[in-house]
């Protein structure tokens, strides 16, 4: 068990069309290309010739030529031609680059480094695509690790600090918080919390109700808050957060809704609003990891940070090798002011 054994988004569909695309994931360079079934191949971003990048040449009926002398790769990563040794070329393992696994869902291309996946399927976002409902996407290169990401997208204490009036007032209200680690996730249920959500509070809950509200991290990466305001009013924010390397993550956030009749229009208002919201994210993640680079200690936890503690704990099982769903189960509630 290692980090290698998950799933993780590495593009959109749309972004892997007629020529190669570029992607990285945990130090690993990969080229996608579709292959002559319109399905996507993922291989080692390096000709095994002489060492360039696979995703500066070009497509050829579905297989991959390389720029420099001209290999070319099959849907398996087999090198079929060589040109400088005539029609054909001889095959074995030698020349076959490294090819990884590959699904494409809700028009996202996720990819496992291992051969066996921890889990059998990517993580889906809630509703995406249901009938009555609406997704806008966002893709943002945050410069962070995915644990302090992830942390920071359930963490609501930071929210009145880092994004007053666009998505929390500061109110000082006592929210109760009842968490739980359980099968490799962290699930935070909010009680009675009833805050003013920003700009589009007169909107969402103009009559200052009690709202539904549960922050949930899903091994080893994902993050989805659920926001419940009435029959026909609901909100999702799903990240995935990707590791590129020790100090940047890819995120792609799906802002899933339903506002019943006005689910049609609110598009242009979400895009605007969620990213205003990403934008100061990613400063605030940028300056941490600023920070941490300079002074590595560890640190102070209050007691709201427990459930960032459980998120590294199943992080810190999956470093070392150990599977996050052998953790103990562990609940606890607290009351916060926010």
């Known amino acids: 068990m290692s980090f290698k054994n998950y799933w993780y988004v590495v593009a959109q569909s749309k972004d892997v069309q007629a020529k190669p695309y ?38 050829e009926n579905g297989q991959l030529r390389c720029m420099y002398h001209g290999w070319l790769y099959d849907k398996a990563g087999q090198v079929v031609n060589i040109p400088s040794e005539g029609d054909t070329a001889p095959k074995g393992p030698c020349r076959k680059a490294p090819k990884f696994q590959v699904r494409e869902l809700d028009g996202l291309i996720f990819v ?9 399927e990517p993580f889906r976002s809630p509703h995406y695509a249901e009938k009555g409902w609406a997704t806008v996407r966002l893709v943002n290169r945050f410069q962070q690790d995915v644990t302090n990401c992830v942390e920071n997208f359930v963490d609501v204490p930071h929210t009145t600090f880092v994004h007053p009036k666009i998505f929390r007032d500061p109110e000082g209200h006592m929210v109760r918080l009842d968490m739980e680690r359980k099968d490799g996730k962290v699930r935070i249920d909010y009680v009675n919390e009833k805050h003013k959500l920003g700009l589009f509070s007169w909107f969402l809950n103009p009559s200052n109700e009690a709202y539904g509200h549960v922050d949930t991290f899903h091994q080893p990466n994902v993050t989805s808050v659920e926001y419940h305001f009435s ?20 995120v792609y956030t799906d802002l899933t809704y339903q506002f019943g009749l006005f689910t049609p229009f609110a598009r242009p208002f979400v895009k ?47 470093e070392a090798g150990k599977d996050p769903m052998d953790l103990p189960e562990k609940r606890h509630s607290i009351e916060i002011k926010i």
């Open 22 to 59: 570029r992607a990285e994931l945990l130090d690993e360079w990969l080229v996608l290309f579709r292959n002559d079934a319109g399905a996507v191949t993922a291989l080692r971003d390096r000709c095994l010739h002489r060492s360039v990048r696979l995703s500066e040449g070009r497509v």
């Open 231 to 250: 029959a026909s009013k609901h909100f999702y924010i799903t990240s995935q957060s990707v590791p590129i390397s020790d100090t940047e993550s890819m």
């Open 112 to 120: 496992c480094l291992a051969e066996t996946p921890a889990l059998a």
């Open 272 to 318: 605007k609003l969620g990213q205003a919201v990403i934008d100061q994210d990613l400063v605030i993640l940028k300056n941490q990891m600023e920070t941490i680079q300079k002074y590595p200690d560890a640190f102070q936890n209050s007691g709201v940070d427990l459930m960032h503690i459980w998120i590294e704990s199943i992080r810190d099982a999956i």
